[in-house]
């Protein structure tokens, strides 16, 4: 087999094999196959597409081009979730200690991520003393004893697709939807999960702006998880405007004990419950959690009477953390300056640009460029208004938490930008748009 060949069908549109796409993967990610030629195959799948075998195909091939994460010793059917990222996004934080309170292993290896504010592993940080790099055996030994573990990736999983995407970003290749379903797909087949909850956003702040590209993300996504043998519940989420009110790491994880306590803003509850309903409904297959309604009365019950708080504290104290944080937040970095920013006319809540929110917390240094850039735990935002809310001249309607007093007022104007009003009425934006499943595992369903 040569690379050229394979390179050339793609080009004229025929339907590569399962073998080409494993041939090419395997070389490529050994370094046989140079960066030229696998920038030109990118480029053919962007112009071409690629069937729904053909997408299955290169998923499993980068899946299994690193380590993967046997969990067969700790669970015989292990649940994930993942999210394609959006502005205030800290749902991992409360759904897996609530499922975890439940009784269902958690063993999750989670990403820093670059953006606007922190991936879940820089969130923890902000927790003094938490130790999000473990081993390979403290991971397992976690696992097995408490039932939830939550680090970094103590194993290479996917690389090839770390060195695709690091191709994509240069040469215009992000933008296809059998990419980049194959790439956020291969991480998590990897990652061990036999049920897996893909909260796919839509909107601003989010990678698909508008439902109709979210649900063909999600589609897609599903379809790679059954040909995968495994079970896919997809819930398309509102990303025009914040989930919850904080943005930025420390901030985003007081938030979260809030509502792991169940004092939470009335969006980021429901969204999280509705996340940890559906990782509930895959582990439960068909057996257990077959009621959504039930399911979700349960999990309130969990939040309300301090048990998933609870099993969130053990999490940070089994890590190394500082538990004093867990049991009041006030103890987590806090910044310097913490300045509200007031409606300058009544109305009604037009807008709140999530992406212009995102970029207020960028701003005042929530989120990295770079790999290697600096965070800083204290920063970010607040919003307190969601769209369809009626507000008075001068009431607060944000917060900025800043350790630069220059950056103040840069931030101020980003929020004023983000948050639009008006005098005509506006109903209150959806929080999902719909559900996508498939099963494709042999457990009971
Ligand atoms: N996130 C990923 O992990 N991969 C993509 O291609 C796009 C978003």
Redesign the pocket.
């Known amino acids: 087999m040569r690379a050229v060949d394979i390179i050339a069908r793609k080009r004229d549109g025929f339907e590569l094999t399962t073998e080409e796409i494993a041939y090419f993967i395997e070389h490529f990610t050994s370094g046989d196959i140079p960066d030229y030629q696998a920038s030109a195959l990118l480029m053919a799948i962007v112009l071409r597409g690629m069937t729904r075998p053909e997408t299955a195909a290169l998923t499993l091939a980068m899946a299994h081009s690193g380590d993967t994460l046997d969990l067969s010793d700790i669970t015989d059917y292990a649940v994930d979730k993942h999210s394609s990222g959006g502005v205030g996004d800290k749902t991992s934080l409360v759904v897996l200690p609530l499922v975890a309170a439940f009784g269902v292993p958690v063993a999750k290896m989670s990403g820093r991520g670059l953006g606007y504010s922190g991936g879940t592993l820089d969130k923890l940080e902000a927790i003094r003393g938490y130790r999000v790099h473990l081993t390979g055996e403290e991971f397992r030994d976690l696992a097995k004893r408490n039932g939830f573990v939550l680090a970094g990736q103590s194993l290479s999983l996917a690389p090839a697709d770390g060195k695709l995407?690091a191709l994509?970003d240069v040469t215009a290749t992000?933008p296809s939807l059998p990419?980049?379903a194959s790439?956020?797909m291969s991480?998590k087949l990897a990652a061990g999960a036999r049920g897996l909850v893909l909260d796919v956003k839509a909107g601003s702040g989010a990678?698909m702006a508008t439902v109709e590209d979210a649900r063909q993300l999600a589609q897609a996504m599903v379809d790679i998880g059954v040909d995968a043998g495994r079970d896919v519940i997809a819930l398309l989420s509102d990303m025009n405007q914040p989930l919850g009110h904080a943005v930025g790491n420390a901030l985003e994880v007081a938030e979260s004990i809030y509502t792991l306590r169940g004092e939470g803003p009335a969006d980021f509850t429901t969204h999280s419950l509705a996340v940890a309903e559906a990782m509930l409904r895959l582990a439960g297959r068909g057996v257990k959690w077959t009621d959504p309604a039930q399911t979700r009365a349960e999990l309130e019950a969990r939040l309300h009477d301090g048990s998933a708080l609870a099993v969130f504290r053990k999490l940070v104290e089994a890590q190394g953390g500082d538990t004093a944080m867990v049991d009041d937040p006030a103890l987590l970095p806090t910044a310097a300056i913490i300045e509200g920013v007031t409606a300058p006319a009544g109305g009604v809540v037009q807008g709140v640009d999530a992406f212009g929110v995102a970029r207020a917390a960028f701003d005042l240094g929530a989120g990295r460029e770079k790999k290697t850039d600096d965070i800083d735990p204290a920063v970010g935002v607040q919003v307190f208004v969601k769209v369809g809310e009626t507000v008075r001249v001068g009431q607060k309607i944000a917060e900025i938490h800043a350790n630069a007093a220059a950056r103040v007022e840069g931030a101020r104007a980003e929020l004023l930008r983000a948050i639009s009003l008006g005098t005509t009425p506006h109903d209150p934006l959806p929080l999902f748009y719909g559900e996508i499943e498939g099963y494709g595992s042999t457990a009971r369903h």
């Open positions: 995407y994509r992000v990419l980049i790439s956020i991480k990678f």
